[in-house]
T-cell receptor, first 114, second 112 residues
Framework: NAGVTQTPKFRVLKTGQSMTLLCAQD?????MYWYRQDPGMGLRLIHY???????AKGEVPDGYNVSRLKKQNFLLGLESAAPSQTSVYFC?????????????FGPGTRLTVT | AQSVAQPEDQVNVAEGNPLTVKCTYS??????LFWYVQYPNRGLQFLLK??????LVKGSYGFEAEFNKSQTSFHLKKPSALVSDSALYFC??????????FGQGTTLQVKP
């Protein structure tokens, strides 16, 4: 049981380049989330998904797109990277949101945009 | 609007002493509250949560948290700190749609 995994762990992009971050979970969770973590700002929700084939915007969605084609995978895309997207990105999943189910986090992806 | 505040950027304690990491919240209705810990270069790990019932919640690694409805607080505590407890701690509250809102985090430094 690997929990939540993220690939890649590190990435350096040049401004304007694109990339996709992959999140996978093996806990059969319905809900998945993408956060970014910046110093002094805690974690901010980018996008989330309440089930296969559905996605929704979070607090800071601009410049990102997501897809959830399979229940176990949640992809985060940057179409045209900007230096402001330099951050650490975390994926999380949870069983449900109707109860007080905790979220399980992946190890993170450190992205630098130059 | 729902929000969480962690008023201290950093908390310093000596090993063996009790520790408290503070959290206050603002939420509509009954709060679901969480504490997470993040070790360097790692993801967040769940410590404990408050749903209802006893105001003192026990969690992983000897941590506990005290829910105080009148003060809208959910402070994290441990009777005897360890150097290995040094990490970044996040308080979070579940909003009405089920998503988590995180505080900005508090760095705990435990010195030998």
């Amino acid at each position: 049981n690997a929990g939540v995994t993220q690939t890649p762990k590190f990435r350096v992009l040049k401004t304007g380049q694109s990339m996709t971050l992959l999140c996978a979970q093996d806990m059969n969770h319905e809900y998945m989330y993408w956060y970014r973590q910046d110093p002094g700002m805690g974690l901010r929700l980018i996008h989330y998904s309440v089930g296969e084939g559905t996605t929704a915007k979070g607090e800071v969605p601009d410049g990102y797109n997501v897809s959830r084609l399979k229940k176990q995978n949640f992809l985060l895309g940057l179409e045209s990277a900007a230096p402001s997207q330099t951050s650490v990105y975390f994926c999380a999943s949870s069983y449900s949101v109707t109860g007080a189910y905790e979220q399980y986090f992946g190890p993170g992806t450190r992205l630098t945009v130059t | 609007a729902q929000s969480v505040a962690q008023p201290e950027d950093q908390v310093n304690v000596a090993e063996g002493n009790p520790l408290t990491v503070k959290c206050t919240y603002s939420v509509s209705g009954n709060p679901y509250l969480f504490w997470y810990v993040q070790y360097p270069n790692r993801g967040l790990q769940f410590l404990l949560k408050y749903i209802t019932g006893d105001n003192l919640v026990k969690g992983s690694y000897g941590f506990e948290a005290e829910f105080n409805k009148s003060q809208t607080s959910f402070h994290l505590k441990k009777p005897s700190a360890l150097v290995s407890d040094s990490a970044l701690y996040f308080c979070a509250v579940r909003d009405v749609t089920g998503k988590l809102i995180f505080g900005q985090g508090t760095t705990l430094q435990v010195k030998p």
